[in-house]
Structures are given as C-alpha cells and as structure tokens.
C-alpha cells in the first residue's frame, strides 16, 4: 500500500481542488494501477473514493549550467474524488 502512493501532489490547482471540488492529487508508482490507487487511498486515509482518475506526465527537458540538457523522470499522477463528507487533512498525518 505504502508502496503504491509516493505522496500528495501539492500544487496551486490541486489545494484549490481540494476546497472547492473534494478532490485530491497523489504522486503514485508508475506500474500502479487504478485499482491498487484506490484500496491504497482508501486504506491509509479511511475514506471512500468516488472517482479516480491516473495520467502519466512526461519529463520535461532542462538545461544545465553548462549547456547540457538532461531530462527529468516521467512520473504518474492520480487525482481522487471523494465522496461527499469524506476529505483528507494532510496537516493531521504524520
């Protein structure tokens, strides 16, 4: 379980989805799937997942100080609606 989800993407769009819409984003393994995210999140947070959606994002190309590029790992993120009453405070955990 504590394998699949890697941790809360925390981002400006994801705090307001949260508020408004009783959504959340995960950062999650990349061999997860959907069904391996939701006992994950519903195990570990004690809520009840409504709807779940996963994408993978592609790492974007940098450059260095020096003029190389390098390229940041891909990574797959989940975004967990909730059912109404149920929400998740990550200021309480841990």
Avoid: C
């Amino acid at each position: 379980m504590y394998t699949v989800i890697i941790g809360p993407h925390v981002s400006e769009k994801t705090t307001l989805m949260g508020e408004n819409d009783n959504q959340y984003a995960f950062r999650v393994a990349k061999d997860a799937t959907k069904l391996e995210i939701k006992e994950a999140v519903e195990s570990i947070f004690n809520v009840v997942v409504d709807d779940l959606q996963v994408l993978n994002v592609k790492g974007k190309v940098k450059k260095n100080v020096n003029g190389r590029t390098r390229r940041k790992l891909s990574w797959k993120k989940a975004y967990v609606r909730l059912e109404t009453g149920h929400e998740i405070d990550f200021a309480d955990i841990g």
